[in-house]
């Protein structure tokens, strides 16, 4: 079946301007979560949804960093006035529950000019 | 505070030398210890998750094992195929939050 997709594969953007990321999970997976993994780091934790429960947003960065998720399916992150810091490969997987193993995404390379 | 170690950083072998890598944590109440691996260019493709000291799991020549402190990927006769980074992550919380370490770049030579 389908895995995981990620809108758009690769974004270019000038420092400032606001951007939107896109994840589709995997049909009939509760859970989904964002990553991002900076050139030479491991992947770091965002912000996790499981179905209609409150997020845990520990992980993001800063207030300039949001996620919301639709309907238990599509989840878009948004990163407002963008530094050139926020330049990473951003990653989405979801699980069928939140104990399960999580299914990765291609991933957004960022880039910040 | 959780940490996630992984070793050696980077290795070349040549086509069928076994040889395995470490995964050292520190995780308070573990969930599962997951292993990944990702290609360049690519995100994390899951290989395994294993969920109690003892515990042993195999897929083709990768075979993972599990103690309280550590994991081990051991490789068997390694291929060309195999080369990528591998990702070690154990999860715990009330869902399966993981810790990723940095991965082992793995290269095998012909």
């Known amino acids: 079946g389908a895995g995981v997709s990620q809108s758009p594969s690769n974004k270019v953007t000038e420092k400032g301007k606001d951007v939107e990321l896109r994840c589709d999970p995997i049909s009939g997976h509760t859970a989904l979560y964002w990553y991002r993994q900076s050139l030479g780091q491991g992947l770091e934790f965002l912000i996790y949804f499981q179905g209609n429960s409150a997020p845990d947003k520990s992980g993001l960065p800063s207030d300039r960093f949001s996620a919301e998720r639709t309907g238990g399916s599509v989840s878009t992150l948004t990163i407002q006035r963008t530094q050139q810091e926020d330049s990473a490969v951003y990653l989405c997987?979801?699980?069928?529950?939140?104990?399960?193993?999580?299914?990765f995404g291609p991933g957004t390379r960022l880039t910040v000019t | 505070e959780d940490q996630v170690t992984q070793s050696p950083e980077a290795l070349r072998l040549q086509e069928g030398e076994s040889s395995s890598l470490n995964c050292s944590y520190t995780?308070?109440?573990?969930?599962?210890l997951f292993w990944y691996r990702q290609d360049p260019g690519k995100g994390p493709e899951f290989l395994f998750t294993l969920y109690s000291a003892g515990e042993e799991k195999e897929k083709e020549r990768l075979k993972a094992t599990l103690t309280k402190k550590e994991s081990f990927l051991h490789i068997t006769a390694p291929k060309p195929e195999d080369s990528a980074t591998y990702l070690c992550a154990p999860g715990s919380g009330g869902y399966n939050k993981l810790i990723f370490g940095a991965g082992t770049r793995l290269a095998v030579h012909p």
């Open positions: 997987a979801s699980s069928s529950g939140p104990l399960g193993e999580q299914y």
């Open positions: 995780v308070s109440g573990l969930r599962g």
